[in-house]
């Protein structure tokens, strides 16, 4: 399969919404979607179960029909949020994981970007985390032993030559993309100087792969320490544009970002791969708040949008954004994360106005 | 050896400035050390080398005799900060990440707490960051190997319950002392169930380990994701006390706190193991200021002062941070970094002026 949309009647969309507010924020993107009429191939929307609420109802997390579903018979899919377990449970593995690994859905794309006040005005934050979504100590390879003092728990990162260069391959792809062409490695080589060293060299080494023929001449390198990344991202994040960053950095750093522009709750993201792509809002699945139906629908809704970026559908995708960021700079509509008051109902209805 | 200074004629204390700027902020610890007169013992300094231009002279970044005369001749230390070089070096190693381990300083901790603008008020910043010191991916086991799609590279992190043990119980005694009592564990359990969960579940008991007798019951705790806890500390750093991460986490951590209060030119550490402490200011070596004269010398005189604190020279720990403080409050004569315009000379002296 291919992610050409030349000859596409429909759209096939999985839904899993899994635990939490993800229950309340997937179908608001699910009606953005339907908004869209004629600018995107008819969706057919898939409603898939996984998360810790299917885990503890059928003791899977992660269904393998639900993997099934989505290989072979969806085009993307939308994720919503899962909840963990307050402590270990023996059988229980995050699905968001394993559902990344599975579909070999090895980047994670982030644009973190602060809506401006007018529109045209340049944003204040506006940059790109590029994360390695498949393995660092993702592979979740950990083993317990008894020590001489006690128990030993011992956890592999794995960092391969082949994970680096094709995450390194989007992030150039991505950067160059963009008006100020500037890419930051992020790693910690000044300690994991052979994991986060190869890491940092095959990045680096990407444009003079062969076939590249000078194409990223005009992107800028930087590197930084991730410790001091996630400091100057608070300082001074006018100086990144597209940063690149191995798994569990990535985390870190696209969490740091997000705190920049005001919620979580904006944030979208893309788990995409060579033949799939998965939206899902960076946020959590806030148990603290699920049910109360005051979940910000905007990062889920924008997820869709980068999907359906990803997918070459541009002008249904614009239209998504344009709606929400005009919701934002209105600011009349918004949920109780970014001090407003409305639902997630009445929100959603202001984008869909937009539409 | 151990820590009591009932005996104490003299005050040995060895000193590394190493690389870059610590060779300017070192000698200004030293000099508001010597301001103290006589609330402290005779201090005798020992000039010791390491880093990476000690490597580049002599081909090794942390001499044997460097960790002998430590180890045997001086009962504290100050470490300034290390250069690392931009690409993987044969045979070069960070020498701070192996003196603690050398020496066995299992707690880097590192109080980050804001200057309110009057005495006595509240400061909006106040947390202290303890950092497991020795363990996690900082054993730097790495391994290269040739796999069937190019290099793999697979780093080791290691999390004891020892190790686990002895930093929560650091953190409890240090969280108990504080007036809201709070203290935070950081983990990222979703995903690293076996390392995380054991240090999770290693710190959780360490109020009921045998001796403790009830005397942590008015400690609360909870704990915090690491990308979510960076996320709240630029949100809302007022729900943190005392924060307990593993070590990759507590660098990380520790440098997003630093954020908060202005500079990372403010913030102090001590490594502290059960017979040796020694201060180190949070920044590192800043190459791009070196050598102008105008690093910030407070983060190393505040680090002097935890260190005499943490061998039980209140007074003197007491009169340092309150010249710093007032340095601070008066707002006159401050580095580039907090937007004076004042050398390492000028800030130093106006210390030196109030202690
Ligand atoms: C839920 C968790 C496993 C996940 C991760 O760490 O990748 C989340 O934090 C994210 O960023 O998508
Ligand atoms: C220089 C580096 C090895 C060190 C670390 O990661 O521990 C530094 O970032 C620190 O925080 O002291």
Not at 64 to 84: H, I, M, P, Y
Request: charge should be neutral; proline fraction near 5%.
């Amino acid at each position: 399969r291919s992610l050409s949309t030349t000859a596409r009647q429909s759209l096939r969309i999985g839904l899993i919404p899994a635990d939490g507010i993800g229950k309340e924020v997937i179908p608001a993107a699910r009606a953005a979607i339907e908004a869209l009429g004629s600018d995107i191939p008819k969706p057919q929307f898939v409603d898939l179960v996984a998360g810790w609420e299917t885990f503890t109802r059928t003791g899977v997390a992660l269904p393998q029909d639900t993997v099934d579903v989505l290989r072979n018979e969806c085009d993307c899919a939308l994720f919503g949020s899962v909840s963990s377990p307050s402590r270990k449970v023996v059988g229980y593995s995050s699905p968001i994981v394993a559902l990344r690994k599975e579909l070999d859905l090895y980047a994670n794309i982030r644009p973190v970007v602060s809506v401006s006040a007018e529109v045209g005005q340049k944003a204040s934050v506006d940059l790109i985390v590029v994360r390695e979504n498949t393995e660092c100590l993702y592979v979740k390879q950990e083993q317990l032993t008894d020590g001489p003092n006690g128990k030993e728990a011992r956890a592999t990162r794995l960092i391969t030559e082949h994970a680096s260069r094709r995450i390194g391959q989007m992030a150039f792809k991505l950067a160059n993309a963009r008006p100020r062409k500037h890419l930051t490695i992020i790693h910690k080589s000044n300690v994991l100087s052979v994991t986060d060293g190869l890491f940092r060299e095959t990045v680096r080494s990407v444009p003079t792969l062969p076939g590249v023929d000078g194409k990223y001449d005009g992107v800028t390198i930087a590197e930084q320490l991730v410790d001091s990344a996630v400091y100057r991202l608070f300082r001074e994040p006018e100086i990144f544009d597209v940063m690149v960053a191995p798994n569990l950095y990535g985390d870190i750093i696209s969490d740091a970002a997000a705190a920049l522009v005001g919620s979580l709750g904006l944030i979208p993201s893309i788990n995409a791969g060579d033949s799939f792509v998965m939206g899902e809002p960076v946020h959590g699945s806030a148990p603290d708040i699920e049910g109360k139906g005051i979940a910000n629908p905007l990062a889920s809704i924008r997820s869709a949008a980068l999907m359906l970026r990803h997918l070459g559908y541009t002008k249904g995708a614009d239209r998504l954004d344009t709606a929400v960021d005009q919701v934002i700079r209105e600011g009349k509509t918004l949920t109780p994360d970014l001090k407003g008051t409305s639902t997630t109902t009445e929100v959603l209805e202001a984008v869909l106005k937009k539409i």
